[in-house]
């Protein structure tokens, strides 16, 4: 019997934020059509924040959610943080891939400084990992190019897919090196070159999208990156909590 797994939904639940809505949606889906069941529990961030692990100690996966500002920084950054260092199944998505940035600088490459330029707007070009795109992708669609090989081209079975953005902050390409060298791997880009897709390849599953995968077409036929997301969190839980016979 395929265990079921327990997923953390780390970010601020609000009716305006439209995936806040798809997700569950998506869950059912991947339940009925996948046989991949998720047991999904919302976390504040600032329920996080009290946490030391990031309130996502003993789940089976991880994703933080679009909605940005969210309420803490912290407490996002301590859920990303433990998914990282504990080998639990990440997924993050627009503000999500921002925070991973975020936490890898500082976790990782030791930038302590690093900065968010929507959480600090004051962060200066040597600080700010994620800063304001020159052009809004509020409501914008464009095309991805993926790397070959990549758990993202994997799970896509090509290397360009058509994705759906509404974010305002990106990556500061003067940071990408440093964070190249520690071990982030770029797997995506826009057709202008922009970093849009980051994973860890060390990592059993951790990968995080500019872009917002769950906005993308109806709930018939879940987005690959999310049901092979669903496909390491349920495998997680049948190593960690083999189905009982």
Not at 151 to 174: D, I, M
Not at 182 to 211: C, K, Q, Y
């Amino acid at each position: 019997m395929t265990p079921t797994a327990r997923l953390a939904l780390v970010g601020d639940r609000s009716p305006n934020v439209r995936s806040h809505a798809r997700i569950p949606e998506i869950l059912d889906s991947l339940a009925l059509r996948e046989g991949l069941h998720l047991d999904a529990y919302w976390i504040p961030t600032e329920e996080a924040e009290a946490d030391p692990a990031g309130g996502v100690a003993g789940f089976d996966a991880v994703w933080v959610v679009p909605g940005s500002p969210y309420r803490s920084e912290a407490g996002a950054l301590a859920a990303i943080r433990t998914a990282r260092e504990g080998e639990i199944p990440f997924l993050g998505t627009c503000a999500g891939f921002q925070h991973v940035l975020l936490e890898f600088a500082r976790g990782v490459c030791g930038l302590g400084e690093a900065q968010h330029a929507e959480n600090t707007p004051d962060a200066d070009a040597e600080t700010a990992v994620i800063v304001p795109l020159s052009c809004s992708l509020v409501g914008h669609e464009g095309v991805i190019r993926v790397t070959a090989g990549s758990r993202a081209a994997l799970a896509l079975w090509k290397e360009h897919t058509l994705e759906r953005y509404h974010c305002s902050f990106g990556p500061n390409p003067a940071h990408l090196e440093t964070l190249r060298a520690h071990g982030l791997e770029f797997t995506g880009t826009d057709e202008a070159g922009e970093v849009r897709i980051a994973e860890l390849p060390s990592h059993p599953f951790f990968l995080a999208t500019l872009f917002q995968p769950e906005l993308r077409g109806d709930d018939t036929r879940p987005h690959p990156l999310i049901r092979e997301f669903a496909t390491a969190a349920v495998r997680h839980a049948g190593i960690v909590r083999p189905p009982t016979r």
